[in-house]
């Protein structure tokens, strides 16, 4: 029996604009909306960006604590946000949302170990920025999701882990199919699979067209999947999905399919071993 599946919504993201979609949650409120209806359709964890009122990416401190506020009023889904903002911001402002304690903490937070391409862009992760953000993570007591864009990035949390940055087993999200970094390939997320330690857990997060036949590879395989706007906008071919919602109710569709049950987000925090 393998263990209930982990879908993650990423719900918003930086690069996604309205114009690509009109269901792209922005405000604090429809983006609690979606997350409640994304709970429902079998996501236990949302992966959190935040735009300004016009749509722009921001890692605004109180931009966050409106999201997480109105998210949790609502729903008892698990909150990862996002230290990896949009490419070309500071580590201080990529780190808003770890400034944010008591009621506001989020449960989770990104650490991606590597500098990739990133379309025509570069998400600029050297060394030192990556222990600086693993510090900060760790001193606010939350979990990181290792970010991997490709199997250096693996390597790299081992290495966090000698330095005592980061604690192993961790939890992994493969990134696979940005546009001039690893791409969606099934044997891509075989060799991640096999290069990881021992006890570790993983969620994949494919680009685009690859991210719903993705849930099914991560099924198959006693993982666990990540849709969402943020990744993709389409729920079939040239169908937009009408909110992250469904795309969540596609993944679990799918899963479910595979046999897979679904975590709930006190199922998820077991398994993710959140504290
Ligand atoms: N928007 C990308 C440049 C993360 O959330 O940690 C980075 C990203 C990763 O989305
Ligand atoms: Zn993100």
């Known amino acids: 029996m393998s263990m209930p599946m982990v879908i993650t919504a990423a719900m918003v993201g930086a690069e996604t604009t309205r114009e690509q979609t009109?269901?792209?949650p922005i405000t604090a409120e429809e983006i609690a909306e979606d997350a409640v209806k994304c709970r429902e359709a079998g996501a236990a964890m949302v992966h959190l960006h935040v735009r300004t009122a016009d749509g722009k990416p921001s890692q605004d401190a109180g931009l966050f604590r409106a999201a997480i506020r109105a998210i949790r009023?609502?729903?008892d889904i698990i909150i990862q946000t996002s230290t990896g903002g949009a490419v070309g911001m500071s580590v201080d402002e990529r780190c808003g949302p770890l400034t944010l304690t008591g009621a506001d903490r989020p449960d989770m937070a990104t650490l991606t170990t590597g500098t990739v391409n990133f379309g025509q862009d570069v998400f600029w992760n050297p060394r030192p920025l990556v222990r600086d953000i693993a510090r900060r993570i760790r001193a606010l007591g939350i979990k990181p999701e290792i970010e991997c864009f490709d199997v250096g990035m693996i390597d790299e949390a081992n290495a966090l882990a000698k330095e005592g940055l980061v604690d192993l087993p961790a939890h992994y999200d493969f990134v696979l199919g940005v546009p001039g970094a690893l791409s969606a390939?099934?044997?891509?997320l075989e060799f991640m699979i096999k290069s990881l330690p021992q006890g570790s857990t993983w969620t994949v997060a494919a680009m685009g067209r690859h991210q719903l036949?993705?849930?099914e590879l991560a099924a198959e395989r006693g993982g666990n999947a990540r849709v969402g706007l943020e990744d993709n906008i389409?729920?079939?071919?040239?169908v937009l999905a009408k909110?992250?919602?469904e795309l969540?109710?596609?993944a679990a569709k799918r899963a479910k399919a595979k046999g897979r049950t679904l975590a709930t987000p006190e199922e998820?925090?077991?398994i993710l071993r959140l504290t």
């Open 185 to 188: 390939r099934e044997d891509a």
């Open 22 to 24: 009109p269901h792209l």
């Open 243 to 245: 909110g992250n919602w």
């Open 73 to 75: 009023k609502r729903t």
């Open 234 to 238: 389409y729920v079939s071919k040239g």
């Open 213 to 215: 036949p993705f849930v």
């Open 268 to 270: 998820a925090r077991k």
């Open 248 to 250: 969540v109710a596609e």
